[in-house]
């Protein structure tokens, strides 16, 4: 099993269509944009994948943002295909994502799960993450 960054110059029509199987797990009434477009210059994503004998079998990403308050993260998108579940790829995602952030001096890191996902946040918890009493808020611009 490896975890590796995914890099502009690496993608392939095979990983695109790969990734959109994965993210159709995670969130199938939304269509995922396309990866060049994620990972074009000037957009500070890192997308991590984990492979397994050629195949990928999970995916997270961390954005990074600078604020007033300091350098901060936003983690997206962790998934892990549900036939590969329970083998510890999730936690290997998020360690890599983690090992990354304090490399780059990210102050804070911010991530959303459900409250329907136990084991996601089960596996947050285990890492050290806590749930923030704050209120969140959207709004759809498009």
Same mark, same amino acid.
């Given at each position: 099993?490896?975890i $590796?960054?995914?890099?502009?110059? $690496? ?23 396309n ?11 890192t ?6 004998n ?9 954005c990074?943002?600078?604020?007033v308050?300091?350098?901060?993260g ?7 295909? %549900?036939? *590969?579940r ?12 983690? %090992?990354?952030?304090? $490399? ?17 946040? *089960?596996?947050? %918890? ?17």
């Open positions: 099993m490896i $590796d960054i995914l890099k502009k110059v $690496d993608l392939t029509p095979e990983i695109q269509l790969r990734v959109d199987e994965l993210f159709k797990q995670l969130a199938p009434h939304l269509t995922p944009l990866l060049k477009q994620v990972l074009r210059d000037g957009n500070q994503v997308i991590v994948l984990c492979k397994e050629k195949q990928i079998l999970g995916m997270a990403s961390l990074e943002y600078q604020a308050s300091g350098k901060k936003w983690i997206e998108d962790v998934v892990v295909d %549900e036939n *590969a329970g083998k510890g790829i999730g936690r290997k995602l998020m360690e890599k994502l983690l %090992e990354i952030s304090k $490399d780059r001096e990210i102050a804070e890191i911010l991530l959303f799960t459900g409250h329907h996902r136990l084991p996601a946040m *089960a596996l947050y %918890e285990s890492l050290g993450f806590k749930l923030r009493k704050s209120g969140l808020y959207y709004i759809k611009n498009v």
